[in-house]
């Protein structure tokens, strides 16, 4: 067995009626665990190696919480105690490599360790995840399996009160598993499991954060962040612009933006953006528009596709107002339209 395995998380879970599992709940997830703390897995429960998810007994629990506190791991050990007390399942997820999730509770772990900032979005295998997932409703009386919400409402309305629905997916929001520290959210609804907030990150009720997807320090979140999707430190995203996703339609290039860009309000890209580049509110820059190239002097020097500017830095997008052209320039205002945006984050 390797010294070092790629992750672990200890939790709760819940099951619908057949016994299948909707969602886990992990309070404590590590990454690149290390040896000595795999031993302590092996010897109390019944791990034995590879990928494996267990629900962990109360006798399982009593040899975690003795082997820990030899340990001297009291903070896991207070964690063991607390976890001895729930009445829905206690799950334990080992992830010894970081392969495709095969199963709902890999996916969960996977999906935490993203909005826990324990790794970033990309950095684990998600492929085939979507198959796992159950479809649940998000409710006042925590998840329920949609095909048993009915029988549960009528249930909770013969007892005199209402089960609230708060969303049907396949995903739960983010803030209910996690708040990473230093972000602001007007909407918790609309940042979903998977998301990875930077610190310093504000998303505003208009803004979206899909899953494996994010901010990777301080920004300003007014529009969409695809899935997959990666913003740079100090970039921001204005009032229902759209990063554009590869799940419906799209290409199939994960999109990313780098720093200090300002993609503006009501505007849109289907290319990268490289470090410092601004395109203008409400113009959409998709990958196969012709674009006019100018250079430093405002001359024009080239029409190209918009694909080969993907990625590079220091550009403005801009529709041209009189012709009706989409034109690149050299952006020499992006810094300090980003410096008055982040004062007021
Ligand atoms: C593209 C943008 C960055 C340009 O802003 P700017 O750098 O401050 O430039 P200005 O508006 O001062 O314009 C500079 C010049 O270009 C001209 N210009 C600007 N946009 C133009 C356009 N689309 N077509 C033709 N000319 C244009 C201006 O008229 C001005 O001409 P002048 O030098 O002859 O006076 C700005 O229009 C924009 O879209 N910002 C996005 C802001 C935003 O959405 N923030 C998020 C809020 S939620």
């Known amino acids: ?37 795999l031993d302590v897995l092996l010897e109390s429960t019944n791990y034995e190696g590879d990928n494996n998810t267990l629900v962990l007994g109360e006798s399982d629990l009593n040899r975690l919480h003795m082997n820990l506190l030899k340990e001297g791991n009291i903070e896991q050990t207070k964690l063991i105690s607390r976890l001895k007390a729930s009445i829905q399942p206690v799950v334990l997820c080992v992830l010894a490599n970081n392969e ?20 970033k979005p990309h950095d684990t295998v998600l492929d085939g995840m979507f198959d796992l997932l159950i479809n649940t409703a998000w409710t006042s009386e925590g998840p329920i399996d949609i095909r048993e919400l009915a029988d549960r409402q009528l249930s909770a309305r013969i007892q005199g009160h209402t089960i609230e629905v708060f969303s049907v997916d396949k995903f739960p929001k983010m803030a209910n598993f996690v708040v990473p520290r230093g972000v602001r959210i007007g909407n918790a609804a609309r940042i979903r499991l998977g998301s990875y907030l930077g610190e310093g990150t504000t998303v505003m009720h208009e803004g979206f954060c899909n ?15 695809s899935a997959g999707v990666v913003i740079g430190e100090g970039s921001d995203l204005g009032a229902g612009c759209s990063t554009m996703g590869t799940l419906s339609g799209g290409g199939n290039i994960v999109i990313s933006v780098g720093e200090k860009c300002l993609v503006g309000a009501n505007a849109g890209i289907g290319i990268s953006l490289g470090d410092r580049c601004t395109v203008e509110a409400g113009l959409y820059v998709t990958a196969g528009q012709k674009i006019l190239v100018h250079d430093n002097n405002g001359n024009q020097i080239a029409t190209v596709k918009a694909r080969e500017l ?9 529709r041209n107002s009189e012709t009706g052209t989409v034109e690149c320039h050299t952006n020499k205002t992006a810094i300090v339209l980003n410096e008055e945006l982040h004062t007021h984050n």
């Open 1 to 37: 067995m390797k010294d070092q395995i790629f992750a672990f998380g200890l939790g709760i879970g819940t099951q619908n009626k057949g016994g299948d599992w909707l969602e886990v709940f992990y309070s404590a997830l590590r990454t690149n665990v290390e040896r000595s703390t």
């Open 100 to 119: 495709a999730p095969s199963n709902l509770a890999e996916v969960y772990l996977k999906l935490q360790l993203i909005s826990h900032r324990l790794i």
């Open 211 to 225: 899953f494996n997807a994010g901010t990777l320090g301080s920004s300003m979140i007014e529009g969409r962040i």
């Open 310 to 318: 993907s990625g590079k830095s220091d550009l403005l997008f801009i």
